[in-house]
């Protein structure tokens, strides 16, 4: 019930803004120009949002600012932090005056590649899940005024928005500059990606075992894990509980048999991005593979894929190896994206 409640208050928050606020309506998508890893297909950005470096700048500086929030000491940086992929590193993140979280904070990468965001994907843009923690109760707490108000009184800020946008001080100019920032939060130089370049010892023998298994018919993981940002961008139960008090994708869609499901999230830089799962449940990479291993427990609607796999305590090592491969050194450390 409480998280119906709070979806509500959400929704309601986007319909007010809706009503003057053109970026939270579905888009059109549009390629856009900004460089990205090889083999990685180009960013794909709303016509009405394109990337600028003055706006990428903007949107940085407003995602370590903890003036957004309604008590001023929480930023988007709090709960996302690039050490970590810019994920948390508590099960549930804390709100302005230390409100318990529902769900984990999940990491910021690769996000323009997604199609919906939140686990339960009811953000149809990353402005859209933007506005979402800036006006949820037991996140950010505030309100477009608020953003407003407290942005009109920094000099700084009114001569970085005449600049970027031509105008004062404002939520939706706030919200755009912000989305652009976390489109630009790009991964993709991991070992992995070296050797699949053509690098044939940027993997150890572990880690290419481990590639093999998780690529494989046996495992399937790759099924649900897959292309360039390790995720199908889609809904699945996964037994992490036999009863779910957080039903996940139900919320959004109303249907029975989404309850439980959760978006898939990337396994980009997963050995960072600790504890796992939407409830923040399992606490370590090894516990993340020995519940695939076990098959999970029983629900009416998981996945039929996750089942016992029978896996060897070397095979699991090796797994295990693999998803470290995955970690992107340059993305963590890029000064770009680290707070102005």
């Excluded at 990205?36 to 706006?55: M, Q, S, W």
């Excluded at 001080?169 to 050797?195: E, K, M, Q, W």
């Amino acid at each position: 019930m409480r998280l119906r409640l709070l979806c509500g208050t959400i929704t309601c928050a986007f319909v007010l803004l809706a009503c003057h606020d053109p970026t939270s309506q579905p888009a059109t998508l549009v390629p856009s120009g900004y460089p990205v890893p090889e083999g990685f297909p180009p960013l794909r950005i709303p016509p009405d949002n394109p990337i600028t470096a003055e706006k990428i700048e903007l949107g940085r500086r407003l995602f370590y600012d903890e003036q957004l929030s309604r008590d001023g000491n929480l930023s988007c940086a709090s709960c996302h932090q690039q050490q970590h992929a810019f994920s948390d590193t508590i099960a549930v993140s804390r709100g302005t005056q230390s409100e318990i979280g529902l769900r984990n904070a999940p990491p910021l990468v690769n996000v323009a590649y997604g199609s919906t965001w939140f686990w339960d994907g009811r953000a149809r843009s990353i402005e859209e899940q933007i506005l979402g923690a800036l006006t949820s109760p037991i996140e950010m707490a505030s309100d477009t005024a608020h953003v407003a108000a407290r942005l009109a009184t920094d000099p700084t800020y009114r001569s970085a928005f005449a600049a970027t946008f031509g105008a004062l001080p404002n939520a939706r100019d706030a919200v755009r500059a912000l989305a652009t920032f976390c489109r630009i939060l790009v991964s993709g130089n991991s070992r992995y990606d070296r050797y699949r370049h053509g690098d044939s010892t940027a993997l150890t023998e572990a880690e290419r075992r481990g590639m093999a298994l998780f690529f494989s018919s046996r495992t399937r993981c790759a099924e649900c894990h897959s292309g360039i940002n390790f995720t199908d961008n889609n809904f699945h139960s996964i037994g992490i509980h036999s009863h779910y008090y957080d039903r996940g994708r139900y919320y959004v869609t109303g249907n029975e048999q989404d309850i439980g499901k959760f978006k898939t999230p990337t396994l980009r830089n997963v050995a960072l991005t600790a504890p796992y799962m939407n409830d923040g449940t399992l606490a370590t990479l090894d516990h993340v593979l020995e519940h695939y291993a076990s098959g999970g427990k029983p629900f009416i609607n998981k996945d039929p894929r996750i089942r016992p796999l029978g896996l060897s305590s070397q095979e699991l090592a090796d797994l295990r190896a693999f998803l470290y491969a995955l970690t992107d050194s340059t993305f963590i450390t890029n000064p770009l994206f680290a707070k102005p």
